[in-house]
């Protein structure tokens, strides 16, 4: 059995156990619950496609950390100006692990 859920602007393929690191999460350490579901499979050819969601779905997860992603290094040039600017960036991230999936 498998679902698409979407969260943070992107869309993930999970399962039951998946570990995944999503975009930062406003919870604690604890459950939370996607109802942002796109599409379930229970994995013997039965799907289910939402428009734009399934209705009834949910995703239960655990959340397992809460970091930041590794650091992405970004450079400005200009030619014949002596411009050049270094920037670097980490993203929150918040990790959580795929309990159950209803629906």
Do not use: C, W
């Not at 679902?3 to 999460?25: C, H, N, P, S």
């Amino acid at each position: 059995m498998y679902a698409v859920i979407e969260t943070g602007g992107k869309q993930y393929r999970v399962a039951v156990g998946d570990t995944l690191a999503v975009e930062k999460l406003d919870a604690q350490e604890g459950e939370v619950i996607f109802d942002r579901v796109l599409l379930v499979s229970d994995g013997e050819g039965t799907v289910s496609v939402g428009k734009p969601i399934v209705e009834g779905a949910t995703v239960r997860a655990a959340i397992l950390a809460q970091r930041r992603g590794p650091k992405i290094r970004g450079f400005k040039y200009k030619p014949k100006d002596n411009y050049r600017r270094r920037y670097g960036h980490r993203q929150a991230q918040t990790v959580v692990r795929v309990a159950a999936i209803e629906g």
